[in-house]
């Protein structure tokens, strides 16, 4: 069974600062997603990683893959209040991938 | 395109009751998806459906449990009797075939409250 794990959990930052969210993931996958969650809303998606050592950028975000570790890295450069959010990696079945397993989810508060 | 459509946003009913979520996917998506959100146990997929049938079903809680898509723009989940352990928020997503480069399509969710 495919088990997603993100940490931290919780990120509380200040403004400016940096941070990386670790997401593992148990089983072999040449893909992995990231979406970000608002309180009270649905799961938006934020970044499609299609391949081993693939990177996207968007903004004060970047994700990675590394299929081979099997491990995602979501990094905050120089965080604003606006990315405050819960962010969600998710991981496809790797029998079908017809279906995505997600993580814990990691809630992230930017402080002024 | 509108997006996922849910309905209803929020429902109230008393335990017992029967209840029914509604789902509208993307025109053109081939694959529909319900989850379940809890603080406890966080994304849970429940069941899943490609071109109008269902593919996976393990993760229905139990018998209390059902879903159909009788065509390709309309599934309904429907628990009966609820309990107040099913208070949850239910989110509906479609995508195109899962290896496309795009992922799932979240619908608003629908909040449900047993009480």
């Known amino acids: 069974e495919l088990k997603v794990e993100q940490n931290p959990l919780f990120l509380s930052m200040q403004e400016g600062k940096n941070y990386t969210i670790y997401c593992n993931y148990s089983?072999?996958?040449?893909?992995l997603y990231w979406y970000r969650q608002d309180p009270g809303k649905s799961l938006e998606s934020l970044f499609v990683?299609?391949?081993?050592?693939a990177v996207k950028q968007e903004g004060r975000l970047m994700a990675s893959l590394d299929t081979k570790a099997r491990l995602s890295t979501l990094h905050i450069t120089a965080a604003v209040h606006d990315l405050s959010a819960t962010y969600f990696c998710?991981?496809?079945?790797?029998?079908?991938?017809?279906?995505?397993?997600f993580g814990t989810g990691t809630r992230l508060q930017v402080t002024l | 395109d509108a997006g996922v459509i849910q309905s209803p946003r929020h429902e109230v009913t008393e335990m017992g009751q029967e209840v029914t979520l509604r789902c509208k996917p993307i025109?053109?998506?081939?694959?529909l998806f319900w989850y379940r959100q809890t603080m406890m146990r966080g994304l849970e997929l429940l069941i899943y459906?490609?071109?109008?049938?269902?593919?996976?079903d393990s993760g229905m809680p139990e018998d209390r449990f059902s879903a159909k898509m009788p065509n390709a723009s309309f599934s309904t989940l429907k628990i009966q009797p609820s309990e107040p352990r099913d208070s949850a928020v239910y989110f509906c997503?479609?995508?195109?075939?899962?290896?496309?480069?795009?992922?799932?399509?979240f619908g608003s969710g629908t909040r449900l409250t047993v009480v």
């Open positions: 997503a479609s995508s195109l075939h899962p290896r496309s480069n795009y992922g799932y399509t």
């Open positions: 089983t072999t996958s040449d893909r």
């Open positions: 990683l299609l391949s081993n050592g």
């Open positions: 998710a991981a496809p079945d790797t029998g079908t991938a017809s279906k995505l397993t």
């Open positions: 025109s053109g998506h081939d694959y």
């Open positions: 459906f490609n071109n109008n049938v269902p593919i996976d």
